[in-house]
């Protein structure tokens, strides 16, 4: 169960990771009176990164036990 969580936490890291900026501008097309700061983007890349981090982590201790 450890592993499958872990593949998906991997794969929504790199979509994430990957396509943060197009995410970002079709979040603002849908609500235009909202503005999101420029750096918004970055967050959505950093929680990619974390997200890719944790689920090498939980497959990496899948295999330890």
Known sequence: MLVVI???????????????DK????SQKRAPHTKF???????IKV????????GILLI???LLM
């Open 6 to 20: 872990g593949l998906a936490l991997i794969i929504y890291g790199y979509f994430s990771y990957k396509y943060s």
């Open 23 to 26: 995410w970002a501008t079709k």
């Open 37 to 43: 700061p420029k750096w918004f983007p970055l967050f």
């Open 47 to 54: 929680g990619g990164i974390l997200f890719l981090v944790t």
């Open 60 to 62: 990496v201790s899948y």
